[in-house]
């Protein structure tokens, strides 16, 4: 298979403190810094027009937005959603991400097939739009049910083409399962992964100062057909802004940049 260049993105939910003060700036400080795409977490009430006209002017790919679902009722989660949609094409994007489901601390096989409709009406809407929907994962879902993981009996409920897998790879490793086992097992549907690293005890980390073998999914990228890498940084150091530039810095030195 043909060698695909990566490229390197941001999660913007890890500039949260900025964002909220100033969002078209922060994407300014993000693009400066070197970072190549970015994975939206609200838009603090600019519009698709402004925003895209922004990411074109920094020359930042989108891709994709974390947009989550409300699981109160399905008529509530798909009125709620059709008006993403909507922003979502104006901007350009191609996923659409649910950042997380509600699973209660000891599910049973019905709690986790309960939110297979919202998925599934969820996808339909998206899928109908021409964008791609997905879901992200925590570490709960890795928990298994009746023996089998809840990831797994969700994107084993509903097709490929339907919903993608967005690996948070550092919470997989958390969940106890294998990053690399993960995007072989799905390849072909981890368009984009999540780059967050953790040491023991499920301490988040700065990145390349955790236990997660990064350099393991970076040898499956191809195969796997990852086309982004997106940082996600919940804890610094010193503050998000150096996190990230350090984050970037982690990919210069694995050669990547």
Known sequence: MAHQVQQIGIQMYTLRDRT???????????????YEAVEFAGYFGVSAKE???TLDGLGLAAPSAHIGLDFSG?????SALSREIEYAQELGLQYIITPSAPVPQNPSLDDVKRLIPF?????????????????????????KVDGKAIIDIWLESIPEERMIAEFDLGWVQVGGA???????????RVP????????????EKELGQGEVDFQKVFDLADASGILYYMVEQEVYISSSLESAKDCLEYFRKMGML
């Open 119 to 143: 998925f599934e009406q969820a996808s339909e809407l998206v899928v109908a739009a021409g964008l791609k929907y997905g879901y992200h994962n925590h570490a709960y879902e890795f928990q």
């Open 51 to 53: 925003l895209r006209d």
């Open 20 to 34: 909220q003060q100033d969002f078209l700036g922060t994407l300014r400080e993000v693009a400066d810094l070197g």
């Open 74 to 78: 399905l008529t509530e989660m798909k």
């Open 178 to 188: 294998s990053p690399a086992d993960y995007i072989s097992r799905y390849a072909g």
């Open 192 to 203: 984009i992964v999540h780059i967050k690293d953790f040491g023991a005890g499920g301490v």
